[in-house]
């Protein structure tokens, strides 16, 4: 088929732009040719470790051995994705996945921006600091450090916290190996670790809002109350749907490296997730096709809940990621 006049006129045009583009990139690379060459470890990083290992992926496709490697290994095509699909224990851990993850983002998600605004509105400085410290200062404590703090907080036998309950005549509570409790404990030890750190996210958002908006709303008459709901929270909605959409990628993540080191058989019936699910297969039983199969497919899923929230915000708030 020939070319149009109207075609050939739009790919002589887009000549002309890819070259001034092209010029225009090696004078940026000629004049701050330190700044770009800072970025070659960063990028030499990305590839080594990020992009790289992507080629594992293939094991998912096949019955790997590592006698064989991965080259020789037998190709086996969706045979694991249809054993992940078909799997009830995969059902099971799918589901504790969601539940645990939809519990933190109901109680968890909301409280940084309640404490950040909490402490905006503070005056003394000294005191503000002082709590901005103390709240986030657990982020930095590894899980293994905070699982051993909770379980001695919570131990049935000399645990601060069953040792109340006791003397106010309760009967103590096994809260790591009790299932109906064992996901709260989770939560509460995610949010005793995290929502300060989180919380520094949106003080500095809330530093960008115009003060002067606070001041007109003053004279308007408008109070605390009002201020917070037309003005704080109206500000803060880029950085709230920018966490959001980006915890949405995590969904089916749930916390892996705190669970491994604060579950037990036990609770494995709520607390077992695709994280843990793939530590225990793919190294407990060497089934590596098949974890793979399974963190795969968790990435995909990752991917279009982004792709999914992104999407959303930008047809109802009109801004998103991308």
């Not at 995969?90 to 998600?109: A, D, G, H, P, R």
Request: proline share 4%; charged share 15%; glycine share 8%.
């Amino acid at each position: 088929m020939k070319e149009t006049t109207a075609e050939k006129t739009a790919t002589f045009a887009d000549k002309p732009i890819k070259k001034s583009y092209n010029r225009k990139l090696w004078t940026d690379i000629r004049k701050d040719w330190d700044l770009y060459l800072a970025l070659i470890p960063g990028i030499a990083f990305l590839l080594l470790f990020k992009y790289t290992p992507m080629y594992g992926i293939i094991i998912a496709f096949k019955d790997f051995s590592i006698f064989d490697g991965m080259a020789a290994s037998p190709w086996v095509g969706w045979k694991h994705f249809e054993k992940l699909l078909t799997s009830s224990g995969f059902l099971q851990v799918f589901q504790n996945t969601l539940m645990i993850s939809i519990y933190k983002i109901v109680f968890l998600f909301p409280l940084p921006i309640i404490v950040a605004i909490l402490l905006n509105e503070l005056r003394h400085v000294a005191f503000k600091r002082s709590v901005q410290t103390v709240i986030y200062l657990p982020h930095f404590l590894s899980w293994v450090i905070v699982s051993g703090l909770f379980l001695d907080l919570l131990s049935t036998n000399g645990g601060i916290v069953n040792k109340m309950i006791v003397a106010m005549g309760g009967e103590p509570i096994r809260f790591f190996l009790d299932s109906d409790i064992f996901r709260s404990v989770l939560v509460t030890s995610a949010g005793w670790k995290e929502i300060g750190w989180n919380t520094i996210i949106y003080l500095a958002a809330l530093s960008g809002i115009d003060p002067g908006l606070y001041e007109a709303a003053k004279i308007d008459g408008a109070n605390k109350w009002k201020q917070i709901v037309h003005i704080t929270l109206p500000g803060l909605i880029p950085t709230i749907l920018l966490m959001f959409i980006l915890r949405l990628g995590f969904v089916l993540e749930a916390g892996t490296e705190q669970i491994l080191v604060m579950y037990n058989p036990s609770v494995y019936n709520v607390a077992d997730v695709i994280g843990t699910y793939v530590y225990r297969i793919g190294l407990g039983e060497q089934d590596y096709s098949f974890s793979t199969a399974v963190g795969l497919f968790e990435s995909v899923v990752a991917f279009i809940l982004i792709l999914t929230g992104n999407g959303l915000a930008r047809k109802f708030f009109g801004r998103g990621i991308w």
